[in-house]
């Protein structure tokens, strides 16, 4: 379905949202939950990824060991990597965990040659190193691997999850430099929080097998700032004066977006903090001209910055973008596709994007997205300057369902 999105009514400039719990922290602690079943958790994403995540972990567990089961996670990239995982210690069981079409271009070798180091018995069943993938669950001996450094952080972040249940642990060496260590962190801590001893010295990671946990308390899942980053983006194209507040999210957060604070910072949004609120002021207009800026350790948010500054006007120079090649689409030259379609001026290498300062937006432009939900959030805020219609609008529900009806609650106006 399209949908059709025209500037914010003049009434709406204070407003408030309430956003659904982090993706990134849900589906790491719905497998900690799997592996100690005492674990309760509140605040949980009501994101796709989330709800096929937790499908695929209620379903797995009560079905007999001598099933084959199948598991198709459809678009979710966060499930593929972290299943592959958990089923690997899943003993006498067998999985085979597939996805849509664009899943099977995905890669998941580097994460399933660091299962077979530890012993897993893992076979591709159509393309070497990608999706479809059978898994015979059993007992890993092994507790040392080692990966490359700069990969995704969600094939290190599985082992880390599963690393509590191995007999020894695990020791985990990353060869080079690291680059998303705030995801990396995050799932430290978690495991931090419900009771298991971790260490990250230079390169090396170590994880204490504990088999039970006692008395856990409950966990509360932090709101997603990858959400909260499309409203940074309305707060900077508003005038000056317009101010949001969102809950619920923490000074001292664990996602690495909450980074979001400092870039907004550039481009005239102050944050404040009270209790688990934030609100987002849009400042008077500054003198900036061009956002610099490396992304190593939030790439997520690199859509939003981009449409942010060409709405503004603004050049932008981002790097530490590898990532994005393979995300739900090659979101890099999705960006250029889409940004060149409203007048834009902008340039990608396999790991940057350079955006030339704009003053003309083209209106009424139709956006294609991708079927990558973070197409359809990131150019919506652009409705503040021109018209634009987004196509395949339902594809926000992979990370946040509730995205057009929190737009039209603040008083944007959005018909098919």
């Known amino acids: 379905m399209n949908l059709k999105i025209e500037k914010l009514k ?104 660091a299962l077979q180091q530890l012993g897993a018995k893992i076979d591709y069943l159509e393309k070497d190193g990608f999706p479809p993938i059978k898994i015979t669950g059993k007992k890993l001996n092994h507790h040392e691997v080692s990966l490359p450094a700069n990969i995704s952080s969600q094939y290190i972040s599985a082992l880390l999850l599963i690393a509590p249940k191995l007999e020894n642990g695990l020791e985990l060496t990353l060869e080079g430099e690291i680059t998303s260590v705030p995801y990396i962190k995050m799932t430290l801590a978690l495991l931090n929080e419900i009771g298991i ?67 907004y910072k550039k481009m005239g949004v102050a944050t404040y903090f009270d209790e688990n609120k934030i609100t987002l002021v849009k400042q008077p207009d500054s003198k900036t001209e061009v956002i610099n800026l490396d992304l190593i350790q939030a790439p997520d948010i690199a859509q939003t910055i981009a449409v942010t ?57 139709k956006i294609a997205t991708y079927n990558d939900h973070r197409m359809a959030m990131a150019f919506a805020p652009l409705a503040l300057k021109v018209p634009i219609e987004i196509e395949n609008s339902e594809v926000v529900s992979k990370s946040y369902p509730d995205f057009w009806d929190d737009l039209k609650r603040i008083g944007f106006q959005i018909h098919n």
């Not at 719905?30 to 958790?41: D, E, F, G, R, V």
């Not at 899942?221 to 309305?234: G, K, L, Q, T």
């Not at 101010?243 to 000074?251: A, D, G, P, V």
Request: contains cysteine; hydrophobic residues 35%.
């Open 197 to 263: 001893e971790t260490s990250f010295v230079g390169n090396k990671i170590k994880i204490n097998p504990k088999s039970k946990i006692a008395n856990p308390k409950p966990i509360i899942v932090e709101s997603d700032w990858s959400s909260a980053s499309y409203f940074y983006s309305i707060i900077a194209l508003s005038e000056s004066g317009s101010q949001i507040t969102l809950s619920s999210f923490k000074e001292n957060s664990l996602q690495g977006d909450s980074i979001l604070v400092e870039i």
């Open 309 to 365: 500054c060409f709405g503004m006007g603004l050049g932008c120079n981002l790097t530490g973008l590898h990532t994005l090649k393979i995300k739900e689409t090659d979101r890099l030259q999705a960006l250029k596709t889409e940004l060149t379609k409203l007048g834009a001026t902008i340039s990608i290498t396999e790991q940057s994007l350079t955006l030339e300062p704009h003053a003309q937006i083209r209106s009424n432009c």
């Open 10 to 113: 003049v009434e709406s400039r204070k407003s408030k949202v309430k956003i659904t719990g982090s993706k990134s922290e849900t589906n790491r602690l719905l497998l900690l939950q799997a592996l100690y079943p005492n674990i309760t958790l509140e605040n949980t994403s009501n994101s796709d990824d989330s709800e096929v995540m937790s499908s695929a972990l209620s379903t797995t567990n009560h079905q007999p060991t001598t099933v084959n089961q199948i598991i198709d996670i459809h678009h979710a990239g966060t499930a593929m990597r972290f299943l592959t995982a958990y089923f690997a210690v899943q003993e006498a069981k067998t999985f085979t965990l597939t996805g849509s079409p664009r899943m099977k271009e995905r890669p998941i070798k580097i994460l399933v040659a």
